[in-house]
């Protein structure tokens, strides 16, 4: 038997015992009574009665055991040509006297603190201080518009918010504060205070005894000591895409994702304590909190935060700059990267100009990585590449290839085998088992693995009726797929209204509300259709009301303009089209995927129940219009 199986069955057949195994990587002030506890509701948990601080194991205890002159954090800031190095000592002190400016501001254990930050620094410090105190936080991703950051503020409720004066991207400057001013304008919940981060680029205004300044409020500080939380306390919420515009709040615990992060950096990454390790995305993303903050930390690695894009900071080079620059063993991004470094250096001409010879592996997730983006991957770097399936509720990888564990023969499009603590089945719609290599949806049998969701934020009943309700004792992913003969996973689409755009999640009925609130829509429905850079883009088809006589183009600048303004430029809202009617079901249900397979002129078949079979001419017409369906 291989060790990657007889790992992954004992993980199945005796839980207490691998994890409780694996909790031993982590600081506990107070051991756990029971590793699982499977009567616990709304579903299973881990470590419970166990206590320990998230921040103590990424940070104190490092210093404590001789790696306190490491680099912990590396801050890469193409965008404003500035660097930065914090030692494990200097991250810890910081963080501790951050912590005491939110204590200050009276957050305490259980309260939220929600971040609305860039890549810099401060973000990372912002989400270990909250830690520290036993306190929750909410990151919010900085491409979301005010109203969204407000959905979040009603939702989590925090007591601070900590955010800076501003972001930037290649294009632009965004001013933050302007639009964290409107969304506590729009929200019900007012936080008690905020504290900014002011940015040369931009300067904030600020409200007398509610805006407090970062530095004034840090060095005003005394350092914070760290709180201890059950296994089972919230470290954090992040709010992720669902089938409405309301996002679902994820919880995460304490105990589980420590541990579960820890024992993922050497098992499926291959990487020690004091290695560089690297992932490629926004502290806004579930991929950020991993793998840019704590599985790093935890593992007593060194993080590099990079505020910059794959392409255009200044070049296709700018990741290799990075690797070579600071060491990196491992990097870990979305694929969309690198079909955009492809893209722009099909020949691999900037990888020459730096050496590599640090780097071990590249890691990619986010969505379904296409063979032909991995073997350029493999074949310019030389290095192994490995695509890898999770997602916001699990934390981790449900599917990789774990490198520490045993590398595996690699087949392009799946992302290998189920990862310990994963029972992953493929089911029917009925909830029989499908057999090797026919689709179904794919479902985890309970107990999800440590780190897992272990319900949504304030809401037991959506966590069920989301994810538990469809198949009773089994959790709903969302994706469906299949496994092969070898037990190799091919995840291929989502089954629910998400798509996933340059390797960010986006709910289609989350823009649907949007464009619906236009004065002028009667209808509407957003499709993903494909796009060979960021895998998918959101197309909205409009019908208009009666009446509505209506220059086609100013009305699509103005849905256009809604989207970004309501949601974000994250969605990259850019096309909609007219139409005089939707195609339905008898039953009124709006074919999307017959739509979805037009515009990316697949094979499809009349459905049986539609209703008005001749307008799918009309549509295939508007979507030639936007180039899609073989324009
Ligand atoms: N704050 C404000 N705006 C942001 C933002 C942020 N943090 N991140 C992105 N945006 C804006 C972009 O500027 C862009 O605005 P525009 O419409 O004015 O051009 C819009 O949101 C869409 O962004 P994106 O889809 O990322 O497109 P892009 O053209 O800027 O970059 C890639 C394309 C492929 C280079 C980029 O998506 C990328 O690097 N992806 C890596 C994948 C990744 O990080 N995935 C996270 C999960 S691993
Ligand atoms: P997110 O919660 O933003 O991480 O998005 C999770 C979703 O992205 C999953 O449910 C999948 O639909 C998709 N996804 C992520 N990684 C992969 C992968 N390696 N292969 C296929 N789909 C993926």
Not at 457 to 475: C, E, M, T, V
Not at 526 to 553: F, M, N, S, T, Y
Request: with cysteine; glycine share 10%; charged share 25%.
């Amino acid at each position: 038997m291989s060790t990657y199986k007889k790992i992954y069955e004992r993980s199945l057949n005796d839980p207490d015992g691998f994890w409780g195994d694996a909790a031993q990587g982590i600081d506990w002030s107070k051991p756990w009574d029971k590793v699982l506890d499977m009567e616990a509701k709304p579903a299973p948990r881990w470590f419970k009665g166990g206590e320990l601080n998230t921040c103590y194991n990424a940070l104190d205890r490092h210093v404590k055991n001789g790696r306190g002159e490491q680099a912990a954090l590396i801050y890469d800031s193409p965008i404003t040509g500035k660097q930065k190095t914090y030692t494990y000592s200097e991250l810890t002190d910081t963080v501790a006297k951050f912590a005491g400016a939110l204590a200050d501001r009276g957050v305490g254990k259980g309260d939220r603190v929600l971040v609305y930050m860039p890549m810099i620094p401060e973000a990372a410090i912002a989400m270990l201080a909250t830690a520290r105190l036993g306190a929750i936080h909410s990151v919010v991703f900085g491409g979301f518009a005010a109203n969204e950051l407000a959905t979040r503020i009603n939702d989590a409720e925090p007591k601070v918010i900590v955010s800076a004066s501003c972001g930037i991207e290649p294009s632009r400057v965004i001013a933050y504060k302007p639009l964290l001013d409107e969304a506590i304008d729009l929200s019900d919940h007012k936080p008690d205070a905020t504290i900014i981060y002011a940015r040369p680029e931009a300067e904030a205004s600020m409200i007398e005894g509610r805006d407090f300044d970062w530095n004034t409020a840090a060095q005003a500080a005394a350092p914070a000591e760290c709180v201890q939380v059950e296994a089972t306390d919230p470290l954090y919420i992040l709010y992720t895409s669902g089938t409405t515009g309301q996002p679902k709040g994820v919880v995460r615990d304490n105990g589980g994702h420590a541990v579960a992060m820890h024992w993922t950096m050497k098992n499926i990454y291959n990487v020690e304590p004091g290695d560089v390790y690297w992932a490629a995305s926004d502290v806004g993303w579930v991929v950020g909190h991993s793998y840019i903050v704590y599985g790093p930390l935890l593992a007593g690695c060194t993080t590099i935060m990079y505020e910059g894009k794959p392409v255009g900071t200044p070049d296709p080079g700018a990741f290799w700059r990075v690797i070579s620059e600071h060491n990196v063993k491992v990097l870990f991004t979305a694929p969309t990267a690198f079909r955009a470094i492809k893209k722009e250096d099909p020949d691999g001409e900037y990888l020459k100009k730096y050496d590599l010879g640090c780097m071990d592996s590249l890691f990619l997730a986010g969505e379904r990585c296409d063979p032909d983006t991995l073997y350029w991957a493999r074949d310019k770097l030389q290095k192994p590449v490995v695509d890898h399936w999770w997602q916001t509720e699990t934390a981790w990888g449900i599917a990789a290839n774990p490198l520490g564990i045993e590398p595996m023969e690699v087949k392009a499009g799946s992302p290998t085998v189920a990862m310990p603590g994963y029972d992953v089945r493929i089911l029917s719609e009925e909830g029989d088992e499908m057999p090797d290599g026919e689709m179904g949806n794919i479902v985890v049998k309970l107990p999800l693995p440590p780190a897992c969701l272990p319900t949504l934020w304030n809401n037991d009943q959506r966590f069920i009726d989301s994810y538990l309700a469809k198949y009773p004792g089994y959790y709903l992913s969302g994706d469906a797929g299949f496994r092969d003969d070898d037990g190799y996973l091919w995840i291929m689409s989502r089954t629910d209204d998400v798509i996933n755009v340059a390797g960010h999640r986006l709910s289609t009925g989350a823009i649907e509300e949007v464009l619906a609130g236009h004065e002028d829509v009667a209808e509407c429905a957003v499709i993903g259709a494909a796009d060979q850079l960021k895998g998918q883009l959101p197309v909205g088809l409009v019908v208009l009301k009666a009446g509505a006589d209506r220059d086609e183009q100013e009305l699509a600048g103005e849905l256009v303009k809604r989207v970004r303004d309501l949601i974000g430029p994250v969605a990259a809202f850019k096309q909609v089209v007219v139409v005089s009617a939707l195609p339905k079901t008898r039953s009124g249900k709006i074919l999307r995927g017959t739509m979805v397979k037009i515009a990316d002129q697949q094979e499809w078949k009349m459905p049986a129940t539609i209703d008005n079979p001749a307008i799918l001419d009309d549509i295939s017409v508007a979507l030639k219009k936007l180039g899609y369906a073989g324009a």
